[in-house]
């Protein structure tokens, strides 16, 4: 980004679509210009086949229906797909872009670099709000996990994020990370470089703010680890932490 307009930014831990994320939907629609409609991104689970990319556009769709929202789906499934002016024209009128779960640095290489990025970057200047949950947040820092790698040992797990949040890490599912693989949040607060950060966010829980002054909203925490140390905020409460980078955007 490059004015000085303040973004408006969702980032949910888990639950797209779900009953709870309502007033997070509201919550952006009140900050965001635009004409109160939704695009919904499913693009991180393209390499899952498309049926897996049909179930999370219809889960979006029936969602923001059920609260009266307009929403459409923008099907980028590809790099090709990210360069299309079609698709970037659509960020024109929009209100708020949502980027649903899937394979974060798949998400993270197919939007590095293309015309729907820099065109992304472009609307939230003027207004577009920008939420994402799961792959749709652990895209945007220093590095991006790719959830496809097969060991967490042989340096295939994190590949370049889009450093929308430079010199941060981002990991949502955070409460239930050990559940999928015991000992997974040690190791990756272990990854994480001294000079860098970490957000970590619970399940069904979202951090709502424009990348100084964030409130958490949901069921469960945020946690950022700075320094060494960790700060932690609840459902209802705020932290502050410039973590916002001067370019929504790849290098």
């Not at 680890?225 to 290098?251: H, I, K, N």
Request: charged residues 25%.
């Amino acid at each position: 980004m490059s004015s000085s307009r303040r973004p408006t930014l969702a980032l949910l831990g888990s639950g797209e679509f779900e009953s709870w994320t309502e007033p997070v939907d509201r919550w952006l629609l009140e900050r965001a210009t635009g004409d109160g409609s939704v695009l919904i991104l499913p693009a991180a689970s393209a390499p899952e086949g498309d049926e897996v990319f049909d179930r999370w556009a219809d889960m979006g769709l029936d969602h923001y229906r059920a609260l009266g929202i307009p929403a459409e789906v923008i099907p980028i499934k590809t790099r090709d797909d990210a360069d299309r002016e079609l698709f970037t024209e659509r960020l024109g009128d929009a209100s708020v872009v949502f980027f649903s779960g899937g394979n974060p640095a798949y998400l993270a290489s197919l939007l590095s670099g293309t015309k729907y990025w820099r065109a992304l970057g472009e609307a939230m200047d003027r207004g577009l709000a920008y939420a994402g949950c799961s792959a749709g947040v652990a895209c945007l820092g220093e590095a991006a996990p790719d959830s496809a790698a097969r060991s967490f040992s042989d340096g295939a797990l994190w590949q370049p994020g889009l450093r929308m949040f430079p010199k941060v890490y981002l990991g949502p599912h955070w409460d239930a990370l050990d559940r999928f693989v015991p000992g997974l949040k040690d190791f990756i607060v272990a990854s994480v470089p001294r000079d860098c950060r970490l957000l970590a966010i619970d399940e069904r829980t979202a951090v709502v703010g424009d990348g100084l002054d964030w409130t958490v909203m949901g069921s469960g925490s945020a946690h950022l680890l700075d320094s060494a140390t960790w700060v932690e905020a609840g459902p209802g409460q705020t932290m502050s932490a410039a973590l916002l980078g001067t370019e929504p955007r790849a290098e």
